[in-house]
């Protein structure tokens, strides 16, 4: 598969926009690992294979266990989720699976009671962002598997 866009090189602007809403995000107070892991699942529902790539191996670097990226695709089904996590993967599939139901009402009051205005305009925030960037990815047709997590203190950049 060969790369169709360069969108750094041809929309330099667009794509530094998109830049700040991450360093915005990964500001903005959110649990870094929460922020991974509803774009691993984002991209997962969206078929990224890039952005998989790409936050899988940012999760692992942040000390993520195996098990539960493994699980993520049945959260559901496993036990590895706190409850926050779940209420923020439900919130994550009804966001990106929009059609499915336009974020319901049920699925709104399930993640309200974990997280307050602000961290659910964060959350909401995140989860467009990387639903942009997984469309971007695969339209450009970006390659798996080059990409390198930042070296972490802890914490993730």
């Known amino acids: 598969m060969d790369q169709r866009v360069d969108y750094q090189a041809q929309a330099a602007g667009v794509y530094k926009a998109m830049r700040g809403l991450e360093s915005y995000l990964h500001t903005c107070g959110l649990e870094e690992d929460l922020i991974h892991l509803v774009k691993l699942r984002a991209s997962q529902l969206n078929g990224c294979a890039y952005c998989i790539d790409m936050h899988w191996k940012d999760l692992r670097a942040h ?21 926050r996590e779940r209420a923020a993967l439900t919130w994550t599939e009804a966001v990106t699976l ?4 336009h974020a319901s009402d049920a699925d709104y009051e399930a993640v309200r009671h974990y997280f307050d205005g602000k961290e659910l305009a964060d959350l909401t925030f995140a989860i467009a962002t990387i ?27």
Do not use: F, K
Request: proline share 6%; charged share 20%; aromatic share 12%.
């Open 98 to 101: 929009i059609t499915d139901g």
């Open 63 to 83: 000390g993520e266990t195996e098990q539960r990226l493994y699980g993520l695709d049945a959260w559901r089904e496993s036990p590895y989720y706190t409850e």
């Open 131 to 157: 639903n942009a960037w997984n469309r971007l990815a695969i339209a450009g047709r970006t390659v798996p598997g080059t990409y390198q997590p930042r070296a972490t203190s802890g914490t993730s950049a």
